[in-house]
T-cell receptor
Framework: DAGVTQSPTHLIKTRGQQVTLRCSPKSGHDTVSWYQQALGQGPQFIFQYYEEEERQRGNFPDRFSGHQFPNYSSELNVNALLLGDSALYLC???????????????FGPGTRLTVL | QKEVEQNSGPLSVPEGAIASLNCTYSDRGSQSFFWYRQYSGKSPELIMFIYSNGDKEDGRFTAQLNKASQYVSLLIRDSQPSDSATYLCALPIQGGSEKLVFGKGTKLTVNP
């Protein structure tokens, strides 16, 4: 049973550039959430995708956008990178219930983004 | 008041001792609580979740929930050096686990 996978593992960009991170959910899961974890902090919720639509969003600017594909995989895009965007980006997958709540979230290994 | 607060530590215990990790939260309506373990440079790994008041045991781990006091804790019995990690408390903001809010984590070191 494949767990959550993310690519790439590490990425180095310069200020102003754009980046795309990718995530494949755990087998059987249909919901993908993205989190940003700065050094020494807990993960912070960016947004969540279900049925190819953004369902919830945290307190992140529009520079952060995403997409979900029919196979439930997802991308996180960040435009106009800032030094402060350097962090570990985590993807978490879960299964959505009929009532709208979701099952436990399982995290992928993360993508370490460094902005110089 | 922050939504989830944890003592960032570091917490240091000798091998074989009981490690006690604590978390307080502000939303009285919170129904479920999660403990994740995160090794340095790795992603969070779910180790326990608890929904009901009282204790929930899983091997060497016990989660304790007191909704009246808005307090959840994690006890690790017979601590091992391999338990050395950062422990994150998290709770969902909207019903299920749609949006998890995390504490900053408590760094635990178990000394051989």
């Amino acid at each position: 049973d494949a767990g959550v996978t993310q690519s790439p593992t590490h990425l180095i960009k310069t200020r102003g550039q754009q980046v795309t991170l990718r995530c494949s959910p755990k087998s059987g899961h249909d919901t993908v959430s993205w989190y940003q974890q700065a050094l020494g902090q807990g993960p912070q919720f960016i947004f969540q995708y279900y049925e190819e639509e953004e369902r919830q969003r945290g307190n992140f600017p529009d520079r952060f956008s995403g997409h979900q594909f029919p196979n439930y995989s997802s991308e996180l895009n960040v435009n106009a990178l800032l030094l402060g965007d350097s962090a570990l980006y985590l993807c978490a997958s879960s299964l959505r219930y009929a009532g709208g709540s979701t099952d436990t979230q399982y995290f992928g290994p993360g993508t370490r983004l460094t902005v110089l | 008041q922050k939504e989830v607060e944890q003592n960032s530590g570091p917490l240091s215990v000798p091998e074989g001792a009981i490690a006690s990790l604590n978390c307080t939260y502000s939303d009285r309506g919170s129904q479920s609580f999660f403990w994740y373990r995160q090794y340095s440079g790795k992603s969070p790994e779910l180790i326990m979740f608890i929904y009901s008041n009282g204790d929930k045991e899983d091997g060497r781990f016990t989660a304790q929930l007191n909704k009246a006091s808005q307090y959840v804790s994690l006890l690790i019995r017979d601590s091992q050096p391999s338990d050395s990690a950062t422990y994150l408390c998290a709770l969902p903001i909207q019903g299920g686990s749609e949006k998890l809010v995390f504490g900053k984590g408590t760094k635990l070191t178990v000394n051989p």
